[in-house]
């Protein structure tokens, strides 16, 4: 599904990420994991052209990402999160979640005036999916009020649930569980769960090691912006060089 | 070389301008438009000074300068600081501060009417110095010796001194500016103080070369603004290099398209900078990311 | 009576500009200091089609708008390319120069000078020169503009206005082309602010370069920020109290050779106040 090819970014001299080179298979679920500064999240923004890479290849379905812009590579299929949660403070808890949505894109003017009424009924639909999501996580009743009240673990799982506004192929996400109470681990994990099932292939960036060794089926471990191990959780965890990645931090 | 010359001598004056913004700037973070009335306000103090009690130009001008700097640590203490505390954004502070610019304006252009003065130093003004075929008045050696001998006494403080050095750490370190401990606010209204000490010093110049509107506030502010990001905001070098260059651009382009356009070369060259080379000639901070 | 109606179509064609503003400047944060000159370039195409060329004022209004467009688009792509701050600045200095064109282009613009005798329009055979039809004509304008705004802002395309405005590396990760939509929105605001500009030129019957400078840009913009940003009806409310409140100065007894400066020490005030009493504005729900 997702070939990285000998992947160079470098940013204002430093090297973040060297020679990278990894395959992500459709339907597992990858964690990347390494030390703070590894290049965890340089990579997704890497992938998002977000920071252009130097060199190499990211190769979705067959189809070059590098050189083209975010919107367009959210268009073949992919999502992700972003760390420090990223849901707009402005506007409502139901307008962050249908800016994620795939059938409101592209709206241009001519829809808003001529293509009116199917625009219409598609927003309707849209807005009955979103609510539908609110509800199953017994959130429905934020969903006018700005995303700016909601609770740290509040904004995180609404975050997860807008990736579910989009049939994408691939989802990055980027610690998702990170400061969470075990409550709310529980749940993003079943809504984890459930994208897999819908059959998404996961890709997730994590520090808590029992949480990775309970859901990834594939481990890929980042030092300084180089892969220094890849298998599975078993194999890696007993490698020296991981070891001492993460011991000599 | 006479437009280099003319370009030289205003450049002094607008890199003046940019480097007591680029002071202010480097602590606070945000565009104190207000900076650009302060000093057009000093301009009067120091007229006022000058023709009401008959005293030494340079004196009036720092009695002038002296207050306006003041009215800069008034301006951060009760302005900006409440609002800063309230962790308001740059555009907010940037508004208010343009409200503020607002106001000052219109006061003193009640108290003093929207004519343009001057400002001279002695009778004998108009007839210059030649040489090497170059024209230079009695006033445009003032400005020069006076940018000079500011820009020097600038360097060494903030070189040599134990608050120079305080105030070049804060402009280093972001973080140290908004955590405003007691301290940090002390080193901040001494900021304030110099920069608009700076300002008002170089408003005077200004009005020594072409004279004073209230009006001018807000277009000295931009010429320093439009430095600072020529140089690269929150670098000293940077700053007068800019005000340096943007003076020469100007008059390169006052004497090939005529006096109208100046503001049009101005605005110009901080769009190519801005598009081109944002981070200015010597960069720190980036204007945005 | 005439008096009454002459500030009343004078609030209705600055809410016209603060709507279209509003649209730019308040659902997608484009702050930018240029509307005035939209404005101005709308105003000069009318007074110039109409005065020297004989044109009637429709295909005027048509002509101004489709110039606006085209000078819009041009400029979006150094303003948009910017954020923040040195959008502010690069959109002023785009101001500045359309200013001195309109000062320097003697020719065309008649420079400092202004254009006089200008007409009142006619459409279809109906003259609108008497201030109720006038002020009728202009009303309409700005009831179409309204909801023109207001099915666009309440529409998916709104979300993706505002998600611009918020947070545009969000917006674009979520597939939205946000350079695309800024650059719609800006030239759809800025042919709003032509239209508002081919009237006030018929309604003043002359025109010169000072009433699209600096100021004009900022009292609108100020409107909108006591109205509340991304809120149509709250622009209408700041066009409404920004005319009127200095205007009814002149009825407090103030010496006129004052009255200008007042007004405009409202404007710095009411800047003030709004930012530490309402960062929002009256009407509004974002904070800026």
């Not at chain 2, 040489?131 to 006033?139: A, Q, S, V």
């Not at chain 3, 009454?4 to 484009?30: D, E, K, P, R, W």
Request: one cysteine or more; a positive charge.
């Amino acid at each position: 599904m997702l070939q990285v090819r000998d992947l160079n970014l470098r940013i204002g001299g430093l090297r973040i990420l060297s020679d990278l080179s990894f395959d992500i298979k459709d339907g597992s679920i990858t964690g990347l994991i390494g030390p703070n500064g590894a290049g965890k999240s340089s990579f997704y923004n890497a992938l998002f052209n977000l920071f252009p890479a130097n060199s190499g290849s990211i190769k979705f379905d067959g189809i070059e990402l590098v050189g083209k812009t975010s919107d367009q590579i959210n268009h073949l299929g992919i999502a992700r999160t972003f760390q420090d949660s990223k849901l707009l403070p402005q506007i409502t808890v139901l307008d962050n979640l249908l800016l994620g949505s795939k059938y409101l894109n592209p709206v241009n003017l001519r829809r808003v005036f001529f293509g009116h009424k199917t625009l219409k009924e598609e927003f309707k639909n849209e807005k009955k999916k979103a609510m539908e999501l609110l509800r199953k996580v017994g959130l429905e009743n934020k969903a006018h009020s700005l995303a700016k009240n909601l609770s740290f673990g509040q904004s995180k799982l609404i975050e997860i649930l807008k990736i579910f506004m989009y049939e994408s192929k691939l989802v990055l996400l980027d610690e998702p569980f990170s400061g969470l109470f075990p409550e709310m681990v529980k749940v993003i994990t079943a809504l984890i769960r459930e994208l897999v099932a819908s059959g998404r292939t996961i890709m997730f960036v994590e520090h808590d090691m029992r949480l990775i060794a309970e859901i990834c089926d594939h481990v890929i471990v980042l030092d300084a912006g180089s892969k220094i191990a890849e298998g599975t959780f078993e194999h890696v965890k007993s490698k020296p060089e991981v070891v001492e990645a993460y011991l000599g931090n | 070389m006479q437009i280099l010359v003319n370009g030289i001598i205003v450049g002094g004056i607008y890199a003046l301008m940019a480097v007591g913004f680029n002071l202010i700037f480097s602590s606070v973070r945000f565009f104190h438009l207000l900076y650009g009335i302060i000093a057009v306000l000093g301009i009067y103090l120091t007229r006022f000074f000058l023709l009401t009690f008959e005293l030494n130009f340079f004196v009036s001008m720092l009695i002038g300068a002296g207050i306006s700097g003041l009215l800069g640590m008034a301006a951060w203490q009760w302005l900006y600081k409440p609002l800063m505390d309230r962790k308001a954004s740059s555009l907010v502070m940037m508004v208010v501060s343009f409200g503020a610019l607002i106001i000052v304006q219109n006061l003193i252009a009640m108290i003093w009417k929207n004519n343009t003065y001057s400002i001279s130093i002695s009778d004998t003004i108009k007839e210059g110095y030649h040489f090497l075929g170059i024209t230079i008045t009695f006033n445009q050696l003032v400005i020069l010796f006076t940018s000079l001998i500011l820009v020097i006494l600038l360097e060494l403080f903030l070189n040599r001194t134990k608050y120079g050095m305080a105030i070049r750490a804060i402009g280093d370190n972001a973080e140290l500016t908004t955590i405003l401990g007691l301290k940090t606010n002390q080193i901040i209204l001494m900021v304030f103080f110099i920069g608009t000490f700076i300002s008002s010093i170089a408003g005077t110049m200004v009005a020594l070369e072409i004279g004073v509107r209230p009006t001018y506030g807000l277009f000295l502010v931009l010429k320093a603004i439009i430095a600072s990001i020529i140089g690269g905001i929150g670098s000293m070098r940077g700053a007068m290099l800019g005000g340096l260059l943007l003076g020469v651009v100007e008059n390169i382009g006052i004497y090939y398209l005529g006096g109208g356009w100046q503001e049009v070369t101005a605005f110009l060259l901080l769009t190519v900078f801005l598009l081109f080379l944002p981070q200015g000639m010597f960069n720190k901070v980036q204007v945005s990311n | 009576m005439d008096y009454f109606l002459h500030l009343a179509i004078v609030v209705t064609i600055f809410s016209i500009l603060a709507m279209s503003l509003n649209y730019v400047a308040g659902f997608t944060g484009i702050l930018s200091l240029s509307h005035a000159t939209f404005y101005g370039i709308g105003a000069y195409a009318t007074a110039i089609l109409t005065t020297q060329y004989g044109f009637s004022f429709v295909p005027s209004v048509v002509i101004g708008m489709v110039l606006t467009a085209i000078i819009a688009y041009a400029a979006s792509f150094p303003i948009l390319k910017l954020k923040e701050d040195s959008l502010v600045l690069v959109s002023f200095g785009f101001s500045i120069i359309m200013f001195n064109v309109m000062l320097n282009w003697t020719s065309l613009t008649k420079g400092p000078l202004g254009i006089k005798g200008i007409m009142a329009p006619e459409i279809l055979g109906v003259n609108f020169f008497s201030k109720p039809y006038f002020f009728a004509l202009v009303l309409a304008v700005a009831i179409i503009t309204y909801f023109f705004f207001k099915r666009i802002t309440s529409s998916p395309y709104g979300i993706i206005m505002k998600g611009i405005r918020e947070n545009q590396t969000v917006a674009a990760v979520n597939g939205h082309n946000v350079l695309r939509y800024q650059r719609s929105v800006f030239v759809v605001g800025a042919v709003f602010a032509a239209i508002a500009g081919s009237f006030t030129a018929t309604f003043l019957a002359f025109i010169e370069p000072k009433l699209f400078e600096l100021m004009p840009s900022m009292l609108i913009l100020i409107m909108i920020i006591l109205g509340g940003m991304a809120s149509l009806k709250g622009s209408v409310l700041g066009a409404f109290i920004l005319i009127l409140v200095p205007e009814a100065l002149r009825f407090l007894g103030l010496p006129p050779s004052i009255l200008a400066e007042v007004q405009q020490m409202i404007y710095g005030l009411v800047l003030i106040l709004v930012m530490y009493l309402r960062p929002q504005g009256l009407m509004g729900e974002y904070k800026i």
